[in-house]
């Protein structure tokens, strides 16, 4: 009987194991860049290309980065969650429309509705690559410090807004 | 007919060659080898089971004219790995650094297989020197002696 018991144990654990690696969705990298200082850039604006906005005209204020593109299909799906998440108001919401054609995507500001206070232009993805960004959308929180608190992969939700980045907003806001 | 035949397969050879990917002008042949290392050690994110070389993705191709460029600025291997690390985590890296978070994965199947070596070995010096249990001995005597010889 006594000689069952470890190989017994030893399934178990590796059950367990398994079962935890089951539950990871391997799509989502970690990401080095939380708790780091925000890539700085100076982009054109997409409403007024002749304006630039720089991380540093942010410094001091809470503010989400949403990298989009009018060629992401799962833009559209998170859309009505990041206008939800403008509408309040609690912070500023900027876009970084990744790879894009600006008519296209001025075409899709206006057929969906523009949520962003602004969006830059990252035509060739350089500034992408600096937020490490590998699958639009994605979603940053940078806190009033210039630092990223928060990455969110893939489209957000109503659900993932609730549980994931309102908690982290409410505490940087205060 | 063979005739045709030899043209299809002469073509079939040649389609390979002009899928490859684009076409870097290197200063060196050092420097082509770089670059060929670098791509081939370095995981697409958008593809996980890839590398830059072998993945036809956007980002993999922005990736692999980051590496260009950056290789073609005069910079190390070293420092371009650093650059991926630092945007992508070591993730990134088909072979990751050696460091505190990696010890387990590199040293760990060593360890593995130090402990398969002590179970062997153990098993095997029982094995050559068979228990004998003194009580069972005494008591098959006992048996033995204890039972009357057959008629």
Redesign the interface.
């Known amino acids: 009987m006594n000689r069952f018991v470890l190989p017994l144990v030893g399934f178990i654990l590796m059950i367990g194991l398994l079962g935890y690696g089951l539950q990871l969705d391997?799509?989502l990298?970690?990401?080095?860049?939380i708790d780091k200082k925000a890539p700085a850039f100076s982009l054109a604006m997409l409403e007024q290309p002749s304006r630039q906005l720089a991380t540093s005209d942010l410094i001091g204020q809470v503010w989400v980065l949403n990298v989009w593109a009018s060629w992401c299909v799962s833009c559209r799906a998170e859309h009505e969650v990041i206008t939800a998440l403008a509408n309040r108001n609690l912070v500023t919401v900027v876009g970084l429309n990744y790879?894009d054609e600006p008519a296209d995507a001025e075409r899709w500001l206006k057929q969906f509705g523009n949520p962003y206070a602004t969006s830059v232009i990252d035509r060739?993805?350089?500034v992408g690559?600096?937020?490490?960004v590998?699958?639009v959308p994605e979603t940053f929180v940078i806190g009033a410090d210039g630092m990223i608190k928060y990455k969110h992969i893939g489209p957000v939700t109503h659900e993932s807004l609730q549980q994931k980045i309102m908690p982290v907003l409410k505490e940087l806001l205060g | 007919m063979k005739v045709i035949f030899i043209v299809f397969f002469l073509l079939l050879w040649l389609a390979p060659a002009q899928a490859s990917i684009e076409a870097y002008q290197f200063e060196s042949a050092e420097m082509e080898a770089d670059y060929n290392q670098l791509v081939n050690e370095l995981r697409c994110l958008v593809c996980q089971n890839q590398n830059l070389a072998g993945s036809d993705a956007d980002l993999a191709r922005d990736l692999r004219r980051e590496t260009y460029e950056m290789l073609n600025e005069g910079k190390s291997q070293q420092q371009v790995i650093e650059f991926m690390v630092e945007r992508y985590g070591d993730f990134v890296l088909y072979r990751p650094q050696f460091k505190s978070t990696t010890y387990l994965l590199w040293l760990g199947p060593f360890l593995l297989l130090l402990c398969v070596l002590v179970f062997l070995i153990r098993r095997l010096l029982s094995a050559a020197k068979p228990e004998v249990n003194a009580e069972a001995v005494a008591r098959a005597k006992q048996i033995l002696d204890s039972k009357e010889p057959n008629k």
């Open positions: 391997p799509k990298v970690p990401s080095p860049l790879k060739d993805g350089r690559i600096d937020w490490g590998y699958g």
